[in-house]
């Protein structure tokens, strides 16, 4: 997309290139504060949260307006699988290895329930995982599950290293997994479906009691692939929210399975995400067709402006999208499952025999961790809680394909010194104070795992009113959210700071961030007035994942004085 062919509401205005910009690069900064020699020296233990802080550079000076701390920001995928699934097929040591290469910082281990694994499965793996993180000092390696909701779809659920982190998981999967109780149907018509649901919520706010009565140090859930079934009903998301907002901390904004839909290899009808559902008696009946699809590989629910997304911001409360590889089978790879001694199965052994290779390519949707997908978290501290409490302020941007080196976003108000707040923090301001977006941008250095040097071609800015919390329960739209400002920044490289102004009217607001290499747009679900060339889905079976990568982030939220 060129300058000339921006809409005339778009900005390509852009400051000179800021060498002193806020933002730099995560593995600059950590060497700069000496964060991975730290985790060198500890080897394969959990690094605390008092480990080392990230210095912050600037001079201090007034904060009336928030004043962040510098971050650095670490890599994951909060959703693997491993020979502890059911449906999977590498070993910890292999998916941990791929993650060193494809340079994660931080992974979670996210296990099926099903009676073999409640049974056995989990302290087993635990075995596996300490020697993963005695293989792999680098990287923090947690210990999580995937939680089968009662009436709804999936969830990652983990906790920070610990005495009880595996008894924490095991207790939680035997008492609320759906799948193991029978509690999975949630359609209008089922008897059960108010009874399912409730259940859920027992679920988080117990794993909330646990964290509070210090029985672990600390633990998450994220919603994950939230649209592929449609059995995610907006009022369920809340719920889960609403139960314990400190606990259940987002949703996937991209799912796994970003390879599905490579040209030739699957076939005719797959789609990015294996999202080639349709709805079904136990979908939500409010969701449109078009909501079984994925859009620049984002999930409809994400990727849509001033949709079911932007209805929970528009409350005024944070709820985060990540991405990550959900890996089970990869593209490409020659791997098989190996086979059962006599007598075995997964119900009985809680394992699945380790893989054996063919030399010949096996069925596979999945890219490996860090090879595709890639959650990016903000952090002061080097660590397993940092990351957690990276995790749950917000601090968390995320892209495909390699796309961005770094991201750093500010904004403050323009009478005030700092740095200003950063993704998921609050800034109060009065009405009618100016503001400055700050966006400092780190563009790819090197080609990505597929050979392709990646280049952001915009930035859009979008900006939505905060109304709080919604009456109606099953709300999906925000329809004074809109893409506002879009920078054209084709042919910029290496790191630069864009400053978008601001101001603040009657009402509260928020804003986040959005962006492509600009080879796939179109206007989006609701309209080219509210976003005019936001991400489309790919045809049936020919979306190559590398020639449409998008980077999103958390938003930034204002509170304007007396709204």
């Known amino acids: ?8 509401w778009a900005d390509p205005a852009v400051s000179p290139t800021d060498l002193d910009a806020q933002g730099v690069s995560r593995r600059g900064l950590l060497h700069r504060a000496g964060l991975f020699g730290a985790a060198f020296a500890l080897g394969s233990a959990a690094v605390p949260a008092t480990a080392a802080p990230v210095p912050a550079s600037a001079p201090a000076g007034r904060r009336l ?8 920001y670490l890599v994951g ?39 073999g694994h409640a049974k056995f499965g989990a302290a087993l793996e635990h075995e596996e995982i300490r020697a993963a993180r005695a293989e792999n000092p680098r990287q923090l390696i947690f210990q999580g599950l995937e939680w089968y909701i009662p009436a709804a779809e999936h969830c990652t659920v983990f906790s920070a290293p610990g005495a009880h982190e595996v008894d924490l998981l095991t207790q939680f999967e035997s008492a609320y997994d759906g799948k193991l109780l029978g509690y999975d149907k949630g359609g209008a018509a089922d008897a059960d479906t108010a009874r399912n649901e409730a259940h859920a919520v027992k679920g988080i706010k117990w794993l909330a009691e646990q964290r509070r009565r210090g029985y672990v140090d600390d633990v998450l859930v994220l919603a994950n692939h939230p ?18 907002p400190e606990i259940m901390i987002g949703m996937e904004g991209a799912p796994g399975a970003q390879g599905a839909a490579i040209p030739g290899w699957r076939g005719a009808t797959s789609m990015r995400g294996e999202y080639e559902n349709k709805p079904s008696a136990q979908s939500w009946a409010g969701y ?24 929970m911001l528009a409350e005024g409360r944070l709820f985060s999208t990540t991405t990550n590889s959900d890996a089970h089978r990869i593209v490409f790879d020659t791997w098989k499952n190996g086979d059962w001694p006599a007598g075995q199965n997964f119900d009985t052994t809680g394992k699945l025999p380790d893989p054996v290779n063919t030399d010949t390519p096996q069925p596979g949707s999945d890219f490996w961790p860090g090879q595709f997908s890639r959650t990016h978290v903000g952090v002061t501290r080097y660590g397993y809680r940092a990351v957690m409490a990276g995790l749950r302020a ?5 892209d495909h394909g390699h796309l961005l080196d770094g991201l750093d976003v500010r904004l403050k108000r323009d009478c005030d010194f700092g740095r200003g707040v950063t993704l998921g923090g609050r800034l109060r301001v009065r009405k009618g104070e100016k503001l400055t977006l700050t966006i400092t941008v780190t563009t790819a250095s090197r080609p990505n795992p597929q050979g392709i040097l990646p280049e952001l071609a915009h930035v859009d800015v979008i900006r939505g009113a905060v109304h709080g919390p919604t009456a109606d329960r099953d709300a999906w739209k925000a329809p004074d959210t809109k893409v506002v400002r879009t920078v054209d920044v084709a042919g910029r490289k290496g790191t630069y700071t864009l400053r978008v102004p601001l101001t603040a009217g009657e009402e509260s607001f928020y804003v986040r961030l959005r962006g492509s290499d600009g080879n796939r747009h179109g206007a989006g679900y609701l309209g080219a007035s509210v976003d005019p060339h936001g991400p489309i889905p790919h045809e049936p079976g020919n979306g190559d994942p590398w020639a449409d990568t998008w980077f999103y982030s958390n938003p930034v939220f204002v509170d304007v004085a007396g709204a």
């Open 227 to 244: 649209m592929r079934l449609g059995i995610d009903s907006p009022h369920e998301i809340r719920g889960w929210r609403d139960a314990a």
């Open 288 to 311: 449109p067709a078009e909501a079984y699809l994925t859009y620049g590989g984002f999930d409809w629910a994400t990727a849509t402006v001033g949709g079911l997304w932007d209805s």
């Open 65 to 72: 307006g928030g004043d962040d701390p510098r971050l650095a």
């Open 394 to 398: 917000g601090r968390v941007w995320l």
């Open 77 to 115: 995928d909060h959703h693997i699988h491993t020979v502890y699934s059911h449906d999977a097929k590498y070993t910890f040591s292999q998916l941990a290895a791929a993650g060193a290469k494809y340079g994660l910082d931080w992974m979670v281990f996210t296990e099926h329930s099903n009676f």
């Open 1 to 8: 997309m060129t300058e000339q062919q921006l809409p005339s």
